[in-house]
């Protein structure tokens, strides 16, 4: 039997995000499909790496999932290493960015204070000075 082309892409190709109402633009929306149950209404998201289906949390979770992160969900064990790789730069990127919104609200606040970084462990911490 010949191959259809519709079949299923490689399990790397990145695909096209999908369209919402809030826009989807994280890079990580190429390699899942956000779905809602009819009945439920309930939302969840699949990963269109491995199809694992990830009922609580967000992108940043699926995004936790690809880079192969441990602790909160389960690794993607079909990921390629580049992908894994774009995943984990991701998530620096936002915990940078969160970091920052972060002190930018507290120095709005008139709670000016500098903050240290710490070089211990593979994660980075911080201390307030």
């Known amino acids: 039997m010949a191959a259809s082309s519709d079949s ?9 995000p999908e369209t919402s109402c809030r ?5 990580a929306w190429k390699y899942a499909r ?16 491995c199809f694992k289906k990830i009922m609580d949390g967000g992108i ?13 969900i389960a ?5 390629s290493p580049d992908v894994r790789y774009q995943m984990l730069e991701s998530l620096k990127e936002t915990s940078t960015k969160k970091r920052q919104r ?12 500098l ?12 201390m307030i000075l």
């Open 23 to 27: 826009g989807k633009t994280y890079i």
């Open 60 to 72: 940043n979770r699926m995004k936790k999932h690809l880079a192969g992160q441990r602790g909160e």
């Open 75 to 79: 690794p993607c064990k079909r990921v």
């Open 102 to 113: 972060e002190v930018e609200a507290d120095d709005d606040q008139g709670k000016s204070h």
């Open 115 to 126: 903050v240290k970084e710490l070089g211990i462990g593979p994660k980075k911490h911080f």
């Open 8 to 16: 299923q892409p490689s399990h790397d190709s990145p695909r096209e």
């Open 34 to 49: 956000e779905e809602k149950d009819p009945l439920t209404k309930k939302r969840s998201i699949t990963c269109l790496v």
